[in-house]
């Protein structure tokens, strides 16, 4: 809206039918403005409209279907990415107590940056006492045993950034041995899974927060190797397209196990059944990706 003055809803639907938009059911739309902001829903329409004009076909349909199709999306991607999370978190917890005892994450000799570490700790200190009253393990260490919770619990208390920026700051033999475990064997192992964890974070934090998926472009663009990028298609000049989610789900396809990634593509193909009116391409899909991916 032009002019940033309060419009009610039927104002907000007397513009989108000057901009040539056909709206079938008032109600339904109305219902749907009001419960998810004109603003927000807006950006799920500029692949309908060349500025401020609808294409003839548009209908308000279009947009509640990618709406939704890009709220469930999310959902089905928080679900796996969960799933990583945890298997980092674990897999780190293993290698680093292994190495310097359950406790030993309270040195901070044992990291490269020390000033990055206290930031993890301080943040990870404060939602201890925040979770304190509420948590079973947390009271169990430090009401019932009064002692240093060890890594392997201490460990959720962190966020995937969290875990992911101590992956960073931890010597290069723990790296490289928990990118072992998730079969990164070569020199570059441990650089490649830090940048998958950094990948993961950027997507699971848009996920958490609602933010739209579709037709976004990323700056911070997936680290894919030469394979995974001859399954990226070309933009409009040729190009391969890395700019779009494919690309992340990719890398998610490296970290997870072949029956977690399966599970998550007929999530998405179940989805895109349910929905045929949203394009993948916009989401960065070749068309053969049911095949390819």
């Known amino acids: 809206m032009p002019d940033k003055s309060f419009k009610t809803i039927e104002e907000q639907l007397e513009i989108l039918r000057s901009r040539g938009l056909t709206i079938d059911d008032e109600d339904v739309a109305k219902e749907f403005l009001l419960w998810n902001n004109y603003y927000r829903v807006s950006g799920y329409s500029l692949t309908l409209r060349k500025n401020d004009i609808f294409y003839k076909s548009a209908v308000f349909q279009n947009i509640m279907d990618i709406y939704n199709f890009d709220h469930e999306l999310r959902h089905i991607l928080l679900q796996y990415l969960e799933v990583i999370e945890v298997q980092l978190k674990s897999v780190y917890a293993y290698e680093f107590t292994k190495a310097h005892g359950s406790t030993g994450y309270l040195d901070a000799s044992f990291f490269v940056n020390e000033a990055r570490y206290e930031e993890i700790i301080k943040k990870a200190e404060l939602q201890k006492s925040q979770r304190l009253p509420h ?13 240093d919770i060890p890594l392997w619990a ?10 992911s920026f101590l992956y960073a700051i931890s010597e290069q033999p723990i790296k490289a041995a928990v990118a072992r475990t998730f079969g990164l064997t070569t020199d570059r192992g441990a650089s490649i899974l830090g940048s998958y964890m950094h990948s ?4 699971r934090n848009l996920c958490a927060h609602g ?3 579709y ?3 990323f ?7 030469k394979a ?4 990226l298609m070309k933009n409009s000049r040729g190009e391969l397209d890395n700019a779009h989610l494919y690309g992340f789900l990719l890398i998610m396809r490296r970290v997870l196990s072949e029956s977690e990634f399966n599970g998550l593509k007929e999530s998405i193909i179940t989805l895109t059944k349910k929905y045929p009116f949203v394009r993948m391409d916009y989401y960065g899909f070749r068309s053969d ?4 991916l």
Do not use: C, G
């Open 289 to 292: 990706w049911q095949q390819k």
């Open 211 to 213: 933010s739209r998926l």
């Open 135 to 147: 948590e079973a393990y947390l009271k169990h260490f430090v009401n019932d045993l009064q002692q």
């Open 219 to 225: 700056e911070q663009k997936p680290s894919l190797n």
């Open 215 to 217: 037709n976004r472009l």
């Open 154 to 163: 201490y460990v959720d208390l962190l966020t995937i950034s969290d875990i």
């Open 228 to 231: 995974e990028k001859a399954l």
């Open 200 to 203: 993961m974070t950027i997507i």
